[in-house]
């Protein structure tokens, strides 16, 4: 992991190989940095005079300096406003360029006031971020040094500031996690692997963890959930995460994630092209466990259950076949239409689980769950929808604090007509038609009252398409939402 740090000082004072300064658009030089331009011969404010640096948004400008402060200047355009989201968003690239260039250690200056810190800490993390696992080492000449630090430099170092250094460590470590179990391949990332990583944490943090296998979920009735791992010879894992900061018997938040590592579709097989990325499946699981390992380094004072179903989406011949019909934990039989559809599976059963076990205040999952949300919003927005308004709005507003964007669409009970059975109580798939919406209705038969919200992020937890602050692979999506969503309600 990357190391975090805040430090007090000025820009122009700080020794580091690469200083990033964040500017809104403009001409004139802002105030403070009078002496950090003539560390680069005034090239700085020549540079925002001519106009060849107009600070707008994703634009960077490369400097270089003499003396004993930075060696580089890397300026980061925001644009007309200095929002919390336009400094995250422009420490997200400079941690980016920094890691790029192979600079080893690289700061920011940050004048904007503890509020925005976590956001400019946590930000260069995720895009400094980089998963070189199963690369060959190259030549010690033709290495690159990975981006170790990454220090906000900032007029003062109160209190205020060094809560935000805290929470940011944490929100990176979650982030870490999810995007390196998001990256890892079918074959390494295994529902086993998964189960270890939740132990692991477990023990870690202090934490309780179950994790159940094929036998114990048999046991209990969790028939559709099983249905899905039918037919992989991998042990499917269940896993609950407890994490215990508020007071004995106050009802949890429930965090559930759709842990597929790896979604071939099953008989509904789906086409070879492009397939490999369905190794991205486990997202929502990951997102889950991220954000229990974020939550439980923060201590919020809250209790939170997380709880992931993992498994792979195989075809062979003791696979569920399109027509089968299965009794759900919660004792409705569910028609399986297409073997494709299988996270609405796997989630209905972990979440009439969790719902009547934990009776949660509230419940949210998120699942890779739709192409269909792919379409609507591409890599940009999450899709949210509930039965819960009260919650929904809650994951919205903690979508903008966490600058992981979302969208609301409906899932109104006009929409359950698509998923009705000839046979069985429901049935997985709809027609053509709203297919996000059409599978949240189908989770909503599981819920069993509690308040609910489903975060789709089958658009927004791995991108297909350079997104400027972060490049292609996992982004680290819903982790930091969780983290807001469960931090305001322990307030
Ligand atoms: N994991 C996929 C969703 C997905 C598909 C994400 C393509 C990103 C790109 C999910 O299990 C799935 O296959 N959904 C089907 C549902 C359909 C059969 C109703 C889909 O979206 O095509
Ligand atoms: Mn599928
Ligand atoms: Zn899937």
């Not at 590592?261 to 466990?289: H, N």
């Not at 069985?424 to 069993?448: C, H, K, P, Y």
Request: proline share 6%; net charge positive; hydrophobic share 45%.
């Amino acid at each position: 992991m990357i190391a975090l740090s805040v430090r007090a000082g000025s820009p122009a004072a700080f020794r580091v190989p690469l200083l990033a300064v964040v500017l809104p658009s403009g001409k004139w030089l802002p105030r403070g940095l009078g002496a950090l331009d003539r560390l680069t011969g005034g090239t700085l404010s020549r540079a925002l005079r001519a106009g060849d640096f107009k600070g707008n948004r994703d634009e960077t400008l490369l400097l270089y300096a003499r003396g004993r402060g930075p060696e580089r200047v890397l300026l980061v355009g925001i644009g007309p406003a200095t929002t919390p989201a336009a400094l995250s968003r422009a420490a997200t690239l400079a941690g980016r360029r920094a890691s790029a260039m192979g600079v080893g250690r690289a700061a920011i200056w940050h004048p904007q006031g503890a509020a925005s810190l976590e956001h400019v800490l946590a930000g260069g993390a995720l895009g400094a971020w980089e998963y070189r696992e199963l690369r060959s080492t190259p030549k010690p000449a033709e290495r690159k040094k990975p981006l170790a630090s990454w220090t906000a430099v900032t007029p003062k170092v109160d209190a205020e500031a060094r809560a935000a250094l805290r929470a940011a460590r944490a929100v990176a470590e979650g982030q870490n996690l999810a995007r390196t179990l998001a990256v890892m391949p079918g074959n390494l990332c295994t529902p086993e692997f998964i189960a270890k990583t939740a132990r692991d944490m477990a023990r870690r943090l202090g934490m309780t963890c179950t994790v159940r296998g094929r036998k114990e979920m048999t046991a209990l009735g969790m028939n559709s959930f099983l249905a899905v791992a039918q037919g992989t010879p991998q042990d499917p894992k269940f896993v609950l995460l407890e994490y215990r900061g508020g007071k004995q018997g106050d009802a949890p938040v429930a965090l559930v994630g759709k842990g597929i590592c790896f979604d071939t579709g099953g008989i509904s097989l789906k086409p070879a092209d492009r397939m490999e990325w369905m190794k991205f499946d486990m997202c929502g699981a990951a997102g889950v466990l991220g954000a229990m390992e974020a939550i439980a380094r923060l201590r919020l004072p809250i209790n939170v259950v997380g709880a992931v179903g993992a498994t792979t989406n195989m075809p062979s011949g003791t696979a569920v076949k399109p027509g089968d019909v299965v009794r759900a934990y919660n004792g409705k039989t569910i028609e399986v239409a297409n073997t494709d559809a299988e996270g609405r599976l796997v989630l209905a059963d972990l979440l009439s689980y969790v719902a009547r076990n934990y009776k949660p205040q509230a419940m949210v999952d998120a699942a890779t769950l739709t192409g269909a949300v792919v379409i609507a919003l591409g890599n940009i927005a999450t899709g949210v929808l509930g039965t819960d308004q009260g919650v929904v709005d809650e994951v919205l507003a903690a979508s903008k604090r966490a600058n992981e964007p979302a969208w609301q669409l409906p899932a109104w009970p006009e929409y359950r007509e698509q998923m009705k059975s000839d046979v069985a109580d429901i049935r997985n798939i709809g027609n053509r038609s709203a297919g996000v919406i059409t599978a949240t209705v189908f989770l909503a038969d599981f819920i069993e009252g509690a308040p609910w919200a489903h975060l789709d992020i089958a658009g927004t937890a791995y991108t297909e398409t350079d997104l400027t602050a972060l490049g292609r692979g996992p982004t680290g999506v819903p982790v930091r939402t969780f983290v807001e969503f469960v931090r305001e309600r322990a307030r």
